[in-house]
């Protein structure tokens, strides 16, 4: 379900654990209490506390949260819930935290919506063209997500951005298996990569999450187990049958 070998190389140098490491928590989608979340800071490192991860915070339009816990000590990639005019989201990802909070200064904090939390006075178009050229990955979220937040449903441009965007979550764990099925099937459409998380606003959520994440695991590594062994098994039978010729 959760597609770990579709995850972009632009993630790859924020960690140094192996694929095959047992028990590793990775999530590119959670909230904190600097948004609309409860979960803090502390809590944050307590449970991270001796687990391979890599996490990033992407608060809506707000990065305190982010930074606070990368100060802590956790494996942070620096990001942001972009939030649009109408509703729209955008995941966006930076290499440090000085590019995030140049962006977040110039961008953000002067454009935010003056009642709603989500969103900011500008369209999604106007942020697609200023984060052009700044190193960043982007991912649409939730794209099936429920009302204001189904995108495929709401957004008659949808088409345009996901021509522009890095990457597509189609794992989101607040949503049902279809509708995380269905942004599978428009990552393969677009051919895209993917981004996954808990989209966690409460400590509960992540902890589901982590209990769901460690099943994925252990599937992927039987799966990446298994297509390992069947070249080295058709070598093993390849050496079989020549010996057995050379024998005759």
């Not at 110039?106 to 697609?128: C, I, Q, S």
Request: contains cysteine; glycine residues 6%; hydrophobic residues 35%.
């Amino acid at each position: 379900m959760i597609e770990f070998d579709k995850l972009s190389d632009y993630f790859s140098e924020f960690y140094d654990f192996k694929p095959k490491d047992d028990t590793i928590y990775l999530d590119l989608h959670l909230h904190t209490s600097a948004s609309d979340g409860y979960n803090t800071p502390k809590f944050f490192i307590d449970f991270l506390n001796e687990k391979k991860h890599l996490i990033s915070i992407t608060d809506h339009n707000e990065i305190r949260g982010a930074v606070k816990i990368a100060e802590l000590g956790a494996n942070v990639v620096p990001g942001i819930e972009l939030g649009c005019e109408d509703g729209f989201e955008l995941l966006v990802y930076f290499k440090n935290f000085e590019d995030l909070e140049e962006f977040y200064v110039r961008e953000v904090e002067g454009n935010k919506h003056p009642y709603r939390m989500a969103r900011t006075t500008k369209d999604v178009f106007y942020f697609l063209d200023i984060l052009e050229g700044r190193g960043c990955h982007i991912s649409v979220p939730h794209i099936n997500g429920m009302a204001q937040k189904n995108f495929l449903k709401n957004k008659h441009y949808l088409s345009n951005v996901l021509e522009i965007v890095d990457s597509l979550e189609t794992y989101n764990h607040s949503l049902s298996k279809k509708r995380n099925l269905t942004a599978k099937d428009l990552r393969k459409r677009y051919n895209l990569n993917a981004t996954f998380g808990s989209d966690a606003h409460i400590n509960r959520e992540i902890l589901s999450f982590y209990r769901f994440l460690n099943m994925e695991e252990k599937k992927h590594h039987k799966l990446m187990d298994s297509l390992y062994k069947v070249p080295m098994l058709s070598g093993l039978g390849k050496k079989h049958l020549i010996h057995m010729f050379k024998k005759k």
